[in-house]
């Protein structure tokens, strides 16, 4: 993609990411869900374009299972 377009930006969107905790314990069989884990990635090792978007309900980043409230980096 940077060959193509140097200054172009992938923005991969998780929306409702709270959501995914009850989704994937109720799926046959019980699944887990990879949001927390991905809030708790070294987000500077992505490649400079790469960008992630997390949405959640404010009430909810205690099913999320983080310690403080995930950084807001735009």
């Given at each position: ?5 140097p200054?172009?930006?992938l923005?991969?969107?998780?929306d ?5 905790i009850?989704?994937a314990?109720a ?12 809030l708790?990635a ?9 960008r992630?978007l ?11 299972d ?9």
């Amino acid at each position: 993609m940077e060959q193509i377009e140097p200054k172009a930006l992938l923005v991969i969107i998780v929306d409702a990411a709270d959501n995914s905790i009850p989704a994937a314990a109720a799926a046959s069989p019980p699944e887990r869900s990879v949001v927390p884990d991905l809030l708790k990635a070294t987000l500077s090792d992505l490649p400079q374009h790469g960008r992630f978007l997390i949405s959640s309900r404010p009430g909810a980043h205690a099913s999320l299972d983080l310690a403080t409230p995930p950084p807001s980096r735009l």
